[in-house]
Nanobody, 116 residues
Framework: QVQLVESGGGLVQPGGSLRLSCAGSGFTFRNYAVNWYRQTPGKERELVATMSSTGGNTNYANSVKGRFTITRDSAKNTVYLQMNSLTPEDTAVYYC?????????WGQGTQVTVSS
């Protein structure tokens, strides 16, 4: 059974940091490009960060560039999103995604709330 399970969300004060994790199972994780998206109520899902299957290529949304870092540990079948200097505008449900050709998998999402 294919699964992507996110963890690490929560409540953090502005300026703080969080690290999200996403563990994959049931598929050959190392073949897949991985992405983090986020979504707030009434808005479309936004692509936040991407990483190629090899980890050699990464891209970030302008809104998070310089603050967020995507990494992966293929030995652990896990992708991470380190989020620093968080602002209330980063409040959203964060989703991880893995895709390879026609295979496209999603996690259930984890809530990140940035508030004082």
């Amino acid at each position: 059974q294919v699964q992507l399970v996110e963890s690490g969300g929560g409540l953090v004060q502005p300026g703080g940091s969080l690290r999200l994790s996403c563990a994959g199972s049931g598929f050959t994780f190392r073949n897949y490009a991985v992405n983090w998206y986020r979504q707030t109520p009434g808005k479309e899902r936004e692509l936040v960060a991407t990483m190629s299957s090899t980890g050699g290529n990464t891209n970030y949304a302008n809104s998070v560039k310089g603050r967020f870092t995507i990494t992966r540990d293929s030995a652990k079948n896990t992708v991470y999103l380190q989020m620093n200097s968080l602002t209330p505008e980063d409040t959203a449900v964060y989703y991880c995604n893995a895709h390879w050709f026609d295979n496209n998998y999603w996690g259930q999402g984890t809530q990140v709330t940035v508030s004082s």
